[in-house]
């Protein structure tokens, strides 16, 4: 039987060929529901559901939903210092762009932007 160790005391059957997402809250469908599609593009989508499906399984945590399905550890972080220390590392990577003379445009004022919303969001009660 082939398990895979997902960072909590939780060994998941891969053997079987089962999804171990689909027994995990929030589902890819969750996440990405249709009011939630409309707004990104195909190539974003794509990308999120395969990074999901990649690494989503090294965050199952031990807390279970009342339905019986295990908590994914992104419900359980804090979101917007998550999302406040991926806007930095966007901010640093597109100044590093700028130095090698690409045309950031008004990438950077979005990126800021990005910044000053999701702290002002972790500020408010």
Same mark, same amino acid.
């Given at each position: 039987?082939?398990?895979?160790?997902?960072?909590? &005391? %939780?060994? !998941?059957?891969? *053997?079987? #060929? %089962?999804?171990?997402?689909? /027994? !995990?809250?929030?589902?890819? @469908?969750?996440?990405?529901?249709?009011?939630?599609?409309?707004?990104? /593009?195909? *190539? !974003?989508?794509?990308?999120?559901?395969?990074?999901?499906?990649?690494? #989503?399984?090294?965050? %199952? +945590?031990?807390?279970?939903?009342? &339905? #019986?399905?295990?908590? /994914?550890?992104?419900?359980? /972080?804090?979101?917007?210092?998550?999302?406040?220390?991926?806007?930095?590392? +966007?901010?640093? @990577?597109?100044?590093?762009?700028?130095?090698?003379?690409?045309? !950031? #445009? +008004? %990438?950077?004022?979005?990126?800021?932007?990005?910044?000053?919303?999701?702290?002002?969001?972790?500020?408010?009660?």
């Amino acid at each position: 039987m082939e398990q895979k160790y997902l960072g909590t &005391d %939780i060994l !998941v059957d891969k *053997s079987d #060929g %089962i999804d171990p997402m689909q /027994n !995990v809250y929030p589902s890819i @469908n969750e996440i990405l529901t249709e009011q939630v599609r409309r707004r990104l /593009n195909h *190539s !974003v989508i794509q990308q999120i559901t395969e990074r999901y499906a990649k690494h #989503g399984p090294e965050y %199952i +945590s031990d807390k279970l939903m009342p &339905d #019986g399905r295990f908590i /994914n550890q992104c419900m359980l /972080n804090d979101s917007a210092q998550d999302a406040i220390e991926e806007v930095i590392d +966007s901010i640093f @990577n597109t100044l590093i762009l700028a130095m090698k003379n690409k045309y !950031v #445009g +008004s %990438i950077l004022r979005h990126l800021m932007a990005a910044y000053t919303d999701l702290e002002t969001l972790k500020a408010a009660p």
